[in-house]
């Protein structure tokens, strides 16, 4: 079984249903920033005392009796870990605090949020320093109203932390404005990260290790090259050449960190192209080291040195890498095309290809001979290429296999979630998106959007008459969260993209499967057959869990696993075999498997997720790779075994 195993986020989003609390006895008139900051510190002083005194009851009565929730990042388990119910959470943090020999919690401001008629709560802002080792650390506190028989009383519902810095090694900007040089011994190089992988991930964790790790500019360099795509410039990616469209990103520029020129800002959607030259520019700007053109021959894990050796083939001969620690950013769900193993694809006298292939509708199709396209699929990628063949002349049909999640651009962009960028600076909306516990994240996420969609509930009701099936956010299966980190995409966000379907311009097929290929199309599961001169299979990417692309990623069958029969060899199939599962939610909620310490081997990291992840948890590798290499890194807190009950 993999590890962590993979919980089901829609079945715990249900069993962990936002609080409902109903105070007849709060007044918010009376609740004036003197008063709440008061209430604040009042918690915060009994909350400190208990854990001073190790007074774990005492602790325990400070949270929220029906849902109490500690979501640690790095902080005091220096990992990434969410804790539940009032015992369990003070038993842990009692632990923590001693280890990390951490000082009181220091209040920062206090708001009051009134979320609904029957959730209000104080939203804390928190500072803490540790000793072991020496770090700055935030938190965040939400506190509901709860009657009790001494009247109103305050309890802890969430509890947030996250380290920030370590005392001894500040962040330092100006590093990344200094020339970067290879440590290059010829054909050895050595290093203290290797990064493989070539895009926005890659960019933005490769610029937050200079940030923490450069001291000696050549000791510490940092390299990117990539299997599966031998990419000859930056951003030559996949998914960054995938077709010459207008591709939407769905990504508000308030969202991305780097900054952009005059004539892109305001309300805009990136392109593909604008966030690829963004990020060039990024990686030119800030000096990062970077190799192209170039392949992962084969590579070794020594666990008695604990280092890592890759052979690299370079247009100049082999060279060699030697790495304390290696970091693996190829992407998630991007590069292994999913596409249905049936029956007769010989037979088929027309263009098939995946959207992987697809550049635009006059190279990969027109002049091809193809005056027709059936496309599979119905989410963000199907909708872009219907559209783009519609526009350029095709006869177009799509093909919706089950109901589509549609959302629109709008509910994203409500000042209630990503609107927030356009309010407050990119750091204080990341604070405010990411210090979440996932089941709190995604239950208001949910209650946002459905309460939108609510407000128009026919807006989608032209197109579901034309035959495409759509799930809004009012529908009781509607789970932004669940397509983002458990599908891996299978839903689309609205930019207008579902009015030629609305229209009758383009053909559409529902609710069946194609089955089998005929001569000039598919035979579907419903026994009819849909004709076209080409077919574009816009089903997803296979390579949603790292695990399943570890092995080709470090070499492959190019490489011999346990070389020279040393044991403490490990090749690309064994360390294939040790590496945690990515994506999904474990037991806790939290991702699993990225942007923290493998169990296997504690030196191999992910990267991964979407943008706001690339940005947030960069600083949450960078942290820890530092303090490994300074030898100030605390084992993981992976401790559950005194609470068989959790």
Same mark, same amino acid.
Request: proline share 5%; hydrophobic share 40%; glycine share 8%.
């Given at each position: 079984?993999? /590890?962590?195993?993979? +919980?089901?986020?829609?079945?715990? =989003?249900?069993?962990?249903?936002?609080?409902?609390?109903?105070?007849?006895?709060?007044?918010?008139?009376?609740?004036?920033?003197?008063?709440? +900051?008061?209430?604040?510190?009042?918690?915060?002083?009994?909350?400190?005392?208990?854990?001073?005194?190790?007074?774990?009851?005492?602790?325990?009565?400070?949270? &929220?009796?029906?849902?109490?929730?500690?979501?640690?990042?790095?902080?005091?388990?220096?990992?990434?870990?969410?804790?539940?119910?009032?015992?369990?959470?003070?038993?842990?943090?009692?632990?923590?605090?001693?280890?990390?020999?951490?000082?009181?919690?220091?209040?920062?401001?206090?708001?009051? @949020?009134?979320?609904?008629?029957?959730?209000?709560?104080?939203?804390?802002?928190?500072?803490?320093?540790?000793?072991?080792?020496?770090?700055?650390?935030?938190?965040?506190?939400?506190?509901?109203?709860?009657? %009790?028989? !001494?009247?109103?009383?305050?309890?802890?519902?969430?509890?947030?932390?996250?380290?920030?810095?370590?005392?001894?090694?500040?962040?330092?900007?100006?590093?990344?404005?200094?020339?970067?040089?290879?440590?290059?011994? !010829?054909?050895? #190089?050595?290093?203290?990260?290797?990064?493989?992988?070539?895009?926005?991930? $890659?960019?933005?964790?490769?610029? &937050?290790?200079?940030?923490? @790790?450069?001291?000696?500019?050549?000791?510490?360099?940092?390299?990117?090259?990539?299997?599966?795509?031998?990419?000859?410039?930056?951003?030559? #990616?996949?998914?960054?050449?995938?077709?010459?469209?207008?591709?939407?990103?769905?990504?508000?520029?308030?969202?991305?960190?780097?900054?952009?020129?005059?004539?892109?800002?305001?309300?805009?959607?990136?392109?593909?192209?604008?966030?690829?030259?963004?990020?060039?520019?990024?990686?030119?700007?800030?000096?990062?080291?970077?190799?192209?053109?170039?392949?992962?021959?084969?590579?070794? /894990?020594?666990?008695?040195?604990?280092?890592?050796?890759?052979?690299?083939?370079?247009?100049?001969?082999?060279?060699?890498?030697?790495?304390?620690?290696?970091?693996?950013?190829?992407?998630?769900?991007?590069?292994?095309?999913?596409?249905?193993?049936?029956?007769?694809?010989?037979?088929?006298?027309?263009?098939? @290809?995946?959207?992987?292939?697809?550049?635009?509708?006059?190279?990969?199709?027109?002049?091809?001979?193809?005056?027709?396209?059936?496309?599979?699929?119905? +989410?963000?990628? +199907?909708?872009?290429?219907?559209?783009?063949?519609?526009?350029?002349?095709?006869?177009?049909?799509?093909?919706?296999?089950?109901?589509?999640?549609?959302?629109?651009?709008?509910?994203?962009?409500?000042?209630?979630?990503?609107?927030?960028?356009?309010?407050?600076?990119?750091?204080?909306?990341?604070?405010?998106?990411?210090?979440?516990?996932?089941?709190?994240?995604?239950?208001?996420?949910?209650?946002?959007?459905?309460? =939108?969609?609510?407000?128009?509930?026919?807006? /989608?009701?032209?197109?579901?008459?034309?035959?495409?099936?759509?799930?809004?956010?009012?529908?009781?299966?509607?789970? =932004?969260?669940?397509?983002?980190?458990?599908?891996?995409?299978?839903?689309?966000?609205?930019?207008?993209?579902?009015?030629?379907?609305?229209?009758?311009?383009?053909?559409?097929?529902?609710?069946?499967?194609?089955?089998?290929?005929?001569?000039?199309?598919?035979?579907?599961?419903?026994?009819?057959?849909?004709?076209?001169?080409?077919?574009?299979?816009?089903?997803?990417?296979?390579?949603?869990?790292?695990?399943?692309?570890? &092995?080709?990623?470090?070499?492959?069958?190019?490489?011999?696993? %346990?070389?020279?029969?040393?044991?403490?060899?490990?090749?690309?199939?064994?360390?294939?075999?040790?590496?945690?599962?990515?994506?999904?939610?474990?037991?806790? !909620?939290?991702?699993?498997?990225?942007?923290?310490?493998?169990?296997?081997?504690?030196?191999?990291?992910?990267?991964?997720?979407?943008?706001?992840?690339?940005? $947030?948890?960069?600083?949450?590798?960078?942290?820890?790779?530092?303090?490994?290499?300074? %030898?100030?890194?605390?084992?993981?807190?992976?401790?559950?075994?005194?609470?068989?009950?959790?």
């Amino acid at each position: 079984m993999a /590890y962590p195993p993979a +919980a089901d986020l829609r079945q715990k =989003l249900a069993e962990h249903p936002l609080p409902t609390v109903a105070v007849t006895a709060l007044d918010p008139a009376s609740l004036t920033p003197e008063e709440t +900051a008061k209430i604040a510190n009042n918690v915060l002083t009994a909350f400190n005392k208990a854990i001073s005194t190790r007074d774990i009851t005492a602790l325990s009565n400070c949270l &929220f009796a029906e849902q109490a929730l500690w979501k640690d990042s790095l902080a005091l388990t220096y990992h990434l870990r969410t804790f539940s119910t009032p015992a369990v959470i003070a038993a842990h943090l009692l632990e923590t605090t001693k280890l990390r020999g951490a000082h009181g919690f220091g209040l920062e401001f206090v708001h009051f @949020l009134p979320v609904s008629p029957t959730l209000q709560f104080f939203d804390c802002s928190l500072s803490l320093k540790t000793t072991s080792p020496a770090a700055t650390c935030t938190g965040r506190m939400l506190l509901l109203p709860v009657e %009790g028989s !001494g009247g109103l009383e305050w309890k802890i519902w969430v509890l947030s932390t996250r380290l920030e810095s370590l005392d001894a090694h500040p962040e330092d900007e100006t590093l990344l404005r200094t020339p970067s040089t290879l440590a290059d011994g !010829g054909d050895d #190089m050595k290093t203290d990260v290797f990064i493989i992988g070539g895009g926005n991930g $890659y960019a933005v964790c490769l610029s &937050f290790s200079h940030e923490h @790790l450069k001291t000696d500019l050549s000791t510490y360099s940092i390299i990117v090259l990539l299997k599966f795509h031998v990419p000859t410039a930056m951003c030559d #990616m996949p998914y960054l050449r995938r077709f010459n469209a207008f591709l939407i990103l769905f990504l508000p520029l308030s969202d991305f960190s780097i900054a952009y020129g005059e004539d892109l800002k305001g309300s805009h959607l990136l392109t593909r192209d604008e966030l690829a030259n963004q990020v060039r520019q990024y990686v030119k700007e800030f000096n990062l080291n970077m190799i192209t053109s170039s392949q992962i021959q084969s590579t070794q /894990y020594d666990q008695a040195t604990r280092r890592w050796t890759v052979k690299l083939k370079t247009p100049s001969g082999l060279r060699t890498v030697r790495s304390k620690h290696l970091v693996q950013a190829t992407g998630l769900a991007s590069q292994k095309p999913r596409l249905p193993d049936i029956a007769g694809k010989e037979i088929y006298k027309g263009i098939s @290809l995946h959207s992987n292939e697809y550049k635009n509708p006059e190279v990969s199709l027109q002049n091809k001979g193809a005056k027709s396209v059936l496309i599979i699929g119905s +989410a963000n990628t +199907a909708i872009d290429i219907l559209n783009d063949c519609q526009t350029a002349g095709l006869d177009t049909t799509i093909l919706a296999r089950s109901p589509t999640y549609v959302l629109p651009v709008g509910y994203v962009m409500d000042p209630r979630g990503f609107g927030l960028f356009n309010q407050l600076d990119t750091e204080t909306c990341d604070r405010a998106l990411m210090s979440f516990p996932t089941w709190v994240e995604c239950n208001m996420a949910h209650g946002l959007l459905a309460m =939108l969609a609510s407000q128009e509930p026919d807006r /989608y009701k032209r197109v579901a008459k034309a035959g495409f099936p759509v799930i809004d956010s009012a529908h009781p299966d509607a789970c =932004l969260m669940h397509n983002l980190v458990e599908r891996g995409g299978g839903h689309y966000v609205d930019i207008g993209g579902l009015e030629v379907i609305a229209e009758g311009n383009v053909g559409v097929i529902s609710s069946v499967e194609p089955v089998a290929y005929t001569e000039t199309g598919l035979r579907l599961s419903d026994g009819k057959t849909a004709e076209a001169d080409s077919i574009i299979w816009c089903t997803g990417f296979s390579d949603l869990n790292a695990r399943d692309t570890v &092995f080709e990623v470090l070499g492959g069958e190019n490489a011999a696993d %346990g070389e020279e029969q040393d044991s403490n060899l490990l090749g690309p199939r064994e360390i294939a075999n040790t590496v945690d599962a990515t994506f999904g939610v474990d037991e806790e !909620g939290e991702i699993r498997g990225l942007w923290k310490r493998q169990r296997g081997i504690d030196n191999f990291w992910f990267m991964g997720g979407q943008t706001q992840h690339h940005r $947030y948890h960069s600083k949450t590798v960078a942290l820890q790779i530092k303090a490994e290499l300074e %030898g100030l890194l605390p084992p993981a807190y992976r401790n559950n075994s005194c609470f068989p009950e959790f």
